[in-house]
């Protein structure tokens, strides 16, 4: 499994590489660039000339794609243009943020689909099974930015529990923090939750028919130990992968929730820095999203050796 | 017991002026609370870049002059001027005993070393440094688009500057200064000088306010100077700006008192707003226009007949106002915006006649066996812009016109349609106009900011004109000489007023309703 993973750790290389590469002759082919984006209305060309040589854009492409490279080797992921703040300091902030976010969703999701899940594949076409379903349909059908207006509107505005929107930092006071981050982190968790409340049900709809589970009944096993111990386990190896996958997907996905909530996350910096057309800073977010994605996946495939011991990767 | 009488009928009355609600008396201190929809990449003041940066610069800054309510030039740092030599010399005296927020004298060497720098006469010891490696690098301040003119600084002692102008020019010199979108903001010389980067993080004013914390995508943090020239201002102790994107949310945020202002209101939360308790909007005639911008050198723009039926006839400007614009402004077809000092409507010579429209075309070679076809591109920064895209798709569609809508993100919209100047025709909110004079770079031919691209030898004489005459009467008449040449020749496109909404929670005070044009926050108090 050692070896497994190295390999797969050595295969990031080339694949950021490649992504990388991409992501910056993209940026390279659409119209604009960061000096037009600063000076806006007042873009006249000798400013934008001087400016451009400022920050090495005037090199041809490739060249300016190398040099980047260049200084990432020796950590330096470069600076913002239009602002000249260092692109690792301002995305490693905005990564802790995220991480709270996607982490607190994550928890909220669990928490809801599990026992969600398991009532509703226990008990089916029952009133328990039905409320489960239409719950986890709302949560996949109501768009995430139109959920939180809902929750901000019951919650701030009538029940004035949380602020509407904001961040602060845990330097403000672990209430002022939990406070600000309770709406969005609630409202990322729902849909999580929609979506895995139906994966946990039809994965232990399938795993209780099975002819271990009717065994470990016949032995007389209680209920509980039977579908946490026996079914539940297995039940969750479909759920770990999707869970993965959302895992990667939010990193840079969290976007929605971050802009309805003023939240200074790293989805946020991400589509800021392309419509500004900032290059450091969008390298930096391409880099650090897909590194986050792949190295997810590679956590996820190791899982499911934990979760079930058939599986081996040597 | 007549006296008692007296008295105490004079200590009611006074109690009753007390309380009336004219007299209320200014309280001191509190923190005001912004929500603001744009981020801004850095606080470096000497360029200009959008109403956000503006707002934090004339919020913390000071400059020489500044407007009233009814754009009256009124003292700023200058607490007086004289103008003498036929308008080519202005003298300001200056408020004394004001500071920098690093301390450092707000006096006459100061506002020299500005402008000088403006005018490219001093150049900042950062950029000496910068240009040593790179012996290209420029530094232009958008300020000397409308400040060129001054020719001579000469301090005449601590609190005494005089400027020497050059004939053209030397009429914007006092609008510019207190109310052009550029109006000039003091830097400290020392802070400026040393650090351009360390500027842009941390810019040093000598306003009212001064930074405290500015994290991007997050907030601004400012706090009452104590080195203000007014000692008796601000009255608030500290505002805090959020950053918040969302329109919704800042509507929220203002109802929950989670803010107490938000500084531009999107026109589809008005009614909302108007129906919440606690919450006082304000809104003047509009001094920004909403324009659809061609580009009068491309291809079949170049015709007038083709200008005419598509940019007068062909659109219904009263259909518009009523929907995208939810009837918050009126039509408009010329230059300066219905609230500007200069305004003049001609509105009524452009009235929405498809019959007229399809004759003048027919004239210009386009009919249904050859129908005129063009592509208006947009940016997707406001949604009214596609709002109104789609109600002029339709109209002209009635003219036998196929108008397509391009929508693309701004960056793509500068290049496109500042840079390049590759577009037929598109859609803007303007810059806030005092007067004709004060957005002209975008039509004066001597610029290199003309993106309007009338390119008129006539209007540019005009302009210069109007640069070089005192008497405000008079510029007012060559202004609206000069809106009128334009509307004749349909250069440019003028749809509607801009409507500019500010709403602050009931218990705001002493705010100042500029239309974009100034941000001034000394006066402003909070009654709870």
Redesign the interface.
Known sequence: MRTYAIRRLLLLVPTLLGITLIVFLAMQA????PV???????????????IR??YGLDQPILVQYVQWLGRLVQGNWGK?V????SVILRISERLMVSAELIIGAMIVALIIAIPAGILSATRPYTASDYTAMTGAMMGVSIPEFFGG?LL??LF??QL?WF?????RPWSDGAWMHLSHMALPTFTLGFTRAAILTRLVRSSMLEIISQDYIKTARSKGAAEFFVITNHALKNALIPVVTVMGLQVGFLVGGTIVIE????I?GLG??GI?AI???DYPAVMGFILISSSVFVLTNLIVDLTYALLDPKIRYD | MRRILAVIVSVVVLIALGAAPGSEAAKRGGTLKVGMEG?I??MDGT????TPIKFYRETMGAGLLLLDENYKIVPDLAKRWEVSDEGRVITFYLHEGGTFHDGTPLDAAAVKWNIDLINGRVVPAWLKK?RQK?P???F?S?YRLYLYQIKKVEVVDKYTVRVHQADVGKAQTLPALAGYFTRLVLVSPTAYDKAG?KF??HPIYGGPFKLVDY????HVIIERHKGYFHKDRPYLDRIEV?????A??RL??L??G?IDVILNVPKGLVKTLKRTKGVKLYQGKSATTFAFPINNQRGPWKDIRVRKALVCYGVNRKLIVRTALRGLTVPWVTFSAPGSSDAIDLSAKCPFDPAKAKKLLAEAGFGPSKPFKFVMTINNTDPTFVEIAQVMKTTYASLGVKMDIRV?????W???F??KRVTDMSLQDT?PVLDTNSNSH?FFSKT??D?YMMKDKKLDAMLEEWRSTMAPEKRKAISHKMQTYMFDNMYYAALAGSPYIQATKDYVKGWKFLNKLVFDMKDVWLDK
Do not use: C, W
């Open positions: 659409i119209p604009g660039d037009e984006v600063y000076l806006g209305s007042f873009y006249d060309e000798a400013t934008a000339r001087s040589a400022e913002e239009l602002s000249g703040d207006i901000v509107l701030s505005l004035g602020p509407v929107q904001g961040y802009t309805v909530f003023s200074p946020q910096y800021s419509a500004s057309r | 981020n990449p850095h360029i200009a870049l959008g910068a790179n290209k690098l420029k232009r958008s980067d842009k993080k994290k991007p995508k997050r959020y950053y918040m994107p969302d919704n949310q929220n945020a109802r929950s989670q693309v993100d701004r960056a793509t500068v290049n496109l500042v840079r810059v975008t290199f900011l993106y």
